[in-house]
Every structure is written in structure tokens, then in C-alpha cells.
């Protein structure tokens, strides 16, 4: 494959021509650049201090490095060690370690069980069997058109940047596989359709853990949460605004979606 461009656009030409399939279902380029010289740049801006208090927020100090973690341009030694050098001491970015080391978990997971990361790796902890679970991605979620603003605005973003926030990928997890019970597989292989940093490991466990099929309990969420972390930025224009099906509290989600008791996340 050529390796010298004289230009994003023509790399982005090039890349459509050699990759028509993939064109064809979408000819956007995302506008992340992709190399080692904005690795470092991205690597030079992260601040590990402010990670754990702000995380969860869609604007808070995450450092969008995945990518560049997920094809080798950055090992999680090489970014473990400029934390730790930003900090001077581990102790004061361990959670910022901690998330490094949960990709980690999931690589060495992926590496044993292989192919087998498709299947369930536990019974669904929701009360409800696989075979109630629908099998296809619906196609008001691929094409972002719920109309719920906040799901659509991540079915976009996901589709035109390659990229969502973890908290909007655990909310939109939730959100197919609870509230419109579908399988996880079908929502693991759209993000491995966009995602950057898609990965079988990382991807398809993070989607079992949402289901419950690799963890104690299902992860779902409420609109209290949503408004915390985003802002309200989605809520305030919402079409469904008077009808969202996450406006209720932890234990009325739950008598909802599931066919168990209650499970407070
Ligand atoms: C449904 C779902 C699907 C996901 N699919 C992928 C995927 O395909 N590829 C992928 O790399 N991550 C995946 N994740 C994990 C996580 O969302 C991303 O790693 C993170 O959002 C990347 O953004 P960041 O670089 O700003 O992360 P930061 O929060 O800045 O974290 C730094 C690095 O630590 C690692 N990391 C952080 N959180 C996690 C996590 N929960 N699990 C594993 N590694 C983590 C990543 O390498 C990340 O770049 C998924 C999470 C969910 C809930």
C-alpha cells in the first residue's frame, strides 16, 4: 500500500478506492488524523490529575488517546509512564492506571477465549433469555432517528467521528439492549463498524458487561444521570421531552425493563 501523500484528501481518496465496500456503506473520513505526531501532541495535552473527578462529564479530562493505543502507536506503558511523570506519584492518577489496566484485562481475556468473545459469556441477569432478546440493530438507531437527542446525537457522532465519550457508549449500550432489548451482539458490531479504537476485546466485553452477561447485574441509567454528565445539553431541545423514557428513578427503570427485582446500578 502507498505511504506518501501529498495531502489528507488525497490519502482519504485513496483509501476509498482501495476500500470500496467499506466506502460504499459510508465515504466519510473522520476528522481525527491519525500517526505518531498528533499521538504526542494529544499525549502532551492529557491531564491524569483531573481524571477521576471529571470523567464521567462528556466534557471532562479523558484523553481521546484510544485510538492511538488501539493500533500501536502509543503503548499504555509509554502513556502510563507521562502520567505518572505529570502526577509524580502513581497513587495520584490510579484511576487514570486503573482504566489503562481495564484494556489490558480485556486484550489478555480476548487472547484466551478468542472468537468465543462473540458469545455470551454468562446468562443475561435481567430475568429475560437471549431468544427475548432481538437479533438485528434497529435502523431508527443506526440512522440516529429515535428521536430521543440524546441517543441520535450519539448514533451521530458515532457514525461521522468515529468516536463517542464512554459514558454516551454505556448509555447507548443500555439504551439497545434494555429498553429495546436487542442483543448486545447486534450494537458490538455496529461500533466495530465506526469505532477508531474498535477492538473485539475492549468493545465486545464492554457491551457484555452493560448487558449482564459478563458482569453481576445489567447497567442501565436514568434521565438524572443523562442531564449530570452531559449538562442537559440534549435534554433542553429533546422532540421527546414529555415522553422520556428515562425520566424515572432507579427502581421504577427497573420494575420496567427487567423481569427481576430491583437493580440500583
Ligand atoms: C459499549 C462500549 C464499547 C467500547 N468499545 C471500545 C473499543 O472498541 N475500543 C476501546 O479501546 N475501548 C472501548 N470502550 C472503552 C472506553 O469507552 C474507551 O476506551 C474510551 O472511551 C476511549 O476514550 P479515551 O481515550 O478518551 O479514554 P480515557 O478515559 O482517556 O482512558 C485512557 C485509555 O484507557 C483505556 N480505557 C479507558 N476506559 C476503558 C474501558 N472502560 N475499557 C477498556 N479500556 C479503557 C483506553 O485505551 C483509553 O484510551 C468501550 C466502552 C463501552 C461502554
Redesign the pocket.
Known amino acids: 500500500m502507498r505511504r506518501d501523500f501529498d495531502s489528507r484528501d488525497e490519502l482519504a481518496a485513496y483509501l476509498r478506492r482501495e476500500f470500496s465496500s467499506a466506502a460504499a456503506r459510508d465515504p466519510r473520513t473522520s476528522p481525527w488524523p491519525g500517526g505518531l505526531a498528533e499521538a504526542n501532541q494529544r499525549l502532551a495535552r ?1 491531564e491524569p490529575q483531573s ?1 477521576a473527578a471529571t ?1 464521567n462529564h462528556l466534557d471532562g479530562a ?5 485510538p492511538y ?2 493500533h500501536g502507536i502509543l503503548t ?1 506503558e509509554t ?1 502510563r509512564t507521562h502520567a505518572v511523570a505529570l502526577a509524580g506519584s502513581p497513587t495520584a492518577v490510579r484511576k ?1 492506571i486503573s ?2 489496566a ?2 489490558d484485562y ?1 486484550q489478555r481475556l480476548y487472547f484466551r477465549w478468542g472468537s468465543d468473545i462473540w458469545l455470551d459469556r454468562e446468562e443475561y441477569k435481567t430475568g429475560w433469555i437471549r431468544d427475548d432478546y432481538l437479533p438485528g440493530l434497529p435502523d431508527d438507531i443506526r440512522t440516529g432517528t429515535t428521536g430521543l437527542a440524546c441517543m441520535d446525537a450519539f448514533s451521530h457522532e458515532l457514525r461521522s467521528t468515529g ?4 459514558h454516551a ?2 448509555w ?2 443500555a439504551y439497545l439492549v434494555h429498553w429495546r432489548r436487542v442483543q448486545w451482539q447486534a ?1 458490538a458490531r455496529w ?2 463498524l465506526h ?1 477508531l ?3 473485539p476485546a ?2 465486545n466485553l ?2 457484555q ?2 448487558a449482564s452477561t459478563f458482569s453481576q447485574k445489567p447497567y442501565f441509567f436514568n434521565r438524572e444521570n443523562v442531564v449530570k454528565f452531559t449538562d442537559g445539553r440534549h435534554c433542553q431541545a429533546c422532540p421527546s421531552q414529555s415522553n422520556c423514557p428515562f425520566d424515572a428513578s432507579y427502581d421504577q427503570l427497573a420494575g420496567r425493563l427487567f423481569r427481576i427485582g430491583t437493580a440500583t446500578p
Do not use: K, P, Q
Open positions: 492529557i481524571y470523567r479523558v484523553t481521546c488517546l484510544s493505543i488501539r499504555l502513556v487514570f482504566e489503562l481495564w484494556r480485556w468516536h463517542l465519550h464512554n457508549r454505556m447507548l449500550a450494537g461500533f466495530l469505532l479504537d474498535g477492538d475492549s468493545n464492554s457491551w458487561w452493560v
